[in-house]
């Protein structure tokens, strides 16, 4: 079998192992979007799925979500302006603006459509924002071995 990792990374059993505390930190945020972002949607897919509107709970939870991922960004660019390296810079970038966008939209489409239309949006925004979290984790993984 071929090693096909980027340098420094110990793979073993498909784990992968770093011992970095900022990127630690960095993968702890970003697996609580990704839990609390499929969650959110969960929610939001039942409700649509029993035709209710987007409750306040679940738009109170996007704001969280929406707080949490304002803080992973601010930690990520510090670090980058602290000489973390990413491997794809432009597409890093353009996925960490990118990933504050979708909550605001399905939080205001939400609130617009009072029916379970709304809730549908908020769903999928949710799981938009998992995905891109996802994608952010792996750029910043392959370009941060002893960040």
């Given at each position: 079998?071929?090693d096909?990792?980027?340098?420094?990374?110990?793979?073993?059993?498909?784990?992968?192992?770093?011992?970095?505390?900022?990127?630690?930190?960095?993968?702890?945020?970003?697996?609580?979007?990704?839990?609390?972002?499929?969650?959110?949607?969960?929610?939001?897919g039942?409700?649509?799925?029993?035709?209710?509107?987007?409750?306040?709970q679940?738009?109170?939870?996007?704001?969280?979500?929406?707080?949490?991922?304002?803080?992973?960004?601010?930690?990520?660019?510090?670090?980058?302006?602290?000489?973390?390296?990413?491997?794809e810079p432009?597409?890093f970038?353009?996925y960490l603006?990118?990933?504050?966008?979708?909550?605001p939209?399905?939080?205001?489409?939400?609130?617009?459509?009072r029916?379970?239309?709304g809730s549908?949006?908020?769903?999928?925004?949710?799981?938009?924002v998992?995905?891109?979290?996802?994608?952010?984790?792996?750029?910043?993984?392959m370009?941060n071995?002893?960040?």
């Open positions: 079998m071929v096909i990792s980027p340098p420094g990374i110990n793979q073993s059993w498909g784990v992968t192992t770093r011992a970095s505390g900022v990127t630690a930190l960095i993968s702890v945020f970003a697996y609580a979007v990704m839990i609390l972002g499929l969650a959110l949607a969960a929610w939001s039942i409700e649509s799925y029993l035709r209710k509107p987007a409750s306040g679940a738009i109170i939870a996007a704001a969280v979500l929406e707080v949490i991922l304002l803080i992973q960004s601010v930690i990520s660019i510090l670090k980058m302006i602290g000489g973390a390296q990413v491997a432009v597409t970038y353009a603006g990118g990933v504050l966008l979708p909550l939209l399905g939080i205001y489409l939400a609130r617009i459509e029916t379970r239309w549908l949006s908020l769903c999928f925004t949710a799981v938009v998992a995905v891109m979290m996802l994608r952010l984790l792996q750029l910043w993984r370009g071995v002893n960040a």
